[in-house]
């Protein structure tokens, strides 16, 4: 049997290579046959969970919340000291220098990362905007959403923070954050379908040695995460909760 591993689409281009490493690492050390999947979007691995092809995935926050909820996934894993933020950009030349200025009518780039989008509408709302009175353009990748600002096809773009830190140089010149989260507590997981279950803490102690030789923090690096740290069940709980909250 062949196991599918995926991460969330939100992930930066530039570790593609490195998460197929990761997959060759975590067939060896599961001895079990594993494909890595990446998704161009969301809406393509939405459809992989509904049809639950999926047996591994390293996935957003709100993802993660519905896939324990209510596929029954088990939550092993975090990357440490990176926790999800979302920031609010403009181009660099933007008269606006605060979210307040920002009007009704304004366009918007932003992707379809159900996580990121949701925390940055909840920061437009000192701006009383919301998805009624501003038009959203959504893009494949947080890349395009900056081509949008650059190209003045959107006035304000939303980002994954790690991944807006992640642009060139050349492009991160050109914008310019108006406000970024300070949630701290939300964070991709690692999680495993229940077909898995019983090889959950074997899993969770491989991903947490990683960072204990040199071989695993090069795979490490080549994916841009520091080391795993493991979660408990309270700690998953509150971060499903708090995720319900905001999106309600």
């Known amino acids: ?20 490493i990761f997959n060759t690492w975590l067939q060896k050390n599961l ?8 998704y161009e979007d969301f809406d393509s691995q939405r459809k992989a969970i509904d049809a639950d092809s999926i047996d591994i995935i390293y996935a957003n926050p709100y ?14 894993a975090r990357p ?14 933007s008269p606006v220098r605060g979210v307040e200025e920002l009007k009704p009518g304004i366009r918007i780039a932003t992707t379809d990362g159900p996580d990121v989008h949701m925390m940055c509408m909840i920061m ?12 959203l353009i959504t893009k494949d990748n947080y890349v395009v ?10 006035e304000v773009g939303f980002f994954l923070s790690e991944t807006f830190d992640d642009l060139s140089e050349v492009i991160r010149k050109q914008l310019r954050v108006l406000v970024k989260s300070q949630i701290h507590v939300v964070h991709h997981m690692f999680l495993v ?9 074997e899993i969770a102690r491989m991903l947490a040695a990683m960072d204990g030789n040199e ?3 090069r795979i490490l690096s080549d994916i841009g995460i520091p080391a795993w740290d493991s979660v408990d069940t309270e700690e998953v709980e509150f971060m499903i909760d708090l995720m319900s909250t905001l999106v309600d």
């Open 193 to 201: 379908s229940p077909s898995l279950a019983a090889r959950s803490e």
């Open 80 to 93: 440490r000291q990176k926790p999800d933020e979302a920031v609010i950009a403009v181009r660099d030349d």
């Open 31 to 38: 001895g079990e046959s594993i494909h890595f999947e990446p």
């Open 215 to 217: 071989a695993g923090r």
């Open 124 to 135: 437009l709302e000192p701006a009383d905007l919301n998805r009624d009175n501003v038009e």
């Open 1 to 20: 049997m062949t196991r599918l591993f995926t991460v969330s689409p939100d992930f930066n281009m530039k570790y593609m290579s490195g998460w197929f």
């Open 145 to 154: 959403v900056a081509k949008e600002l650059l190209k003045s096809q959107a």
């Open 63 to 76: 993802d993660a919340s519905m896939l324990v909820r209510e596929k029954g996934f088990i939550a092993i």
